[in-house]
Nanobody, 120 residues
Framework: EVQLVESGGGSVQAGGSLRLSCKAS????????MAWFRQAPGNEREGVAY???????TYADSVKDRFTISKDNAENTLYLQMDSLKSEDTATYFC??????????????WGKGTLVTISS
């Protein structure tokens, strides 16, 4: 059974940094696409960053050059380093996983989310 548990959310001022973690179990890292999504109140859930099984990374334009997705295979953990945070980054952030493909909002496995609040 795949389980994803996010942590690291909190409240920071604009311009600050946060690092989100997603502890994963039940997956083979080299077979899975891993991703971070976010959903702000009243908005649809959007993909923020993807880490394909090949190691390729993709970012939403809104976070490019500010966010970095990475993983630690030994710790079974996915990370999202968020720098130069803006008020519009305020959202609940979700970790997601799917075998082989990055399927966007149709990804098969999801965590419960962690809240990030940015104050201006």
């Amino acid at each position: 059974e795949v389980q994803l548990v996010e942590s690291g959310g909190g409240s920071v001022q604009a311009g600050g940094s946060l690092r989100l973690s997603c502890k994963a179990s039940g997956i083979y890292w080299f077979e899975y696409c891993m991703a971070w999504f976010r959903q702000a109140p009243g908005n649809e859930r959007e993909g923020v960053a993807y880490l394909e099984s090949s190691g390729r990374t993709t970012y939403a334009d809104s976070v490019k050059d500010r966010f970095t997705i990475s993983k630690d295979n030994a710790e079974n953990t996915l990370y999202l380093q968020m720098d130069s945070l803006k008020s519009e980054d305020t959202a609940t952030y979700f970790c997601a996983a799917d075998r082989w493909v990055c399927a966007g909002n149709s990804m098969r496995h999801w965590g419960k989310g962690t809240l990030v609040t940015i104050s201006s």
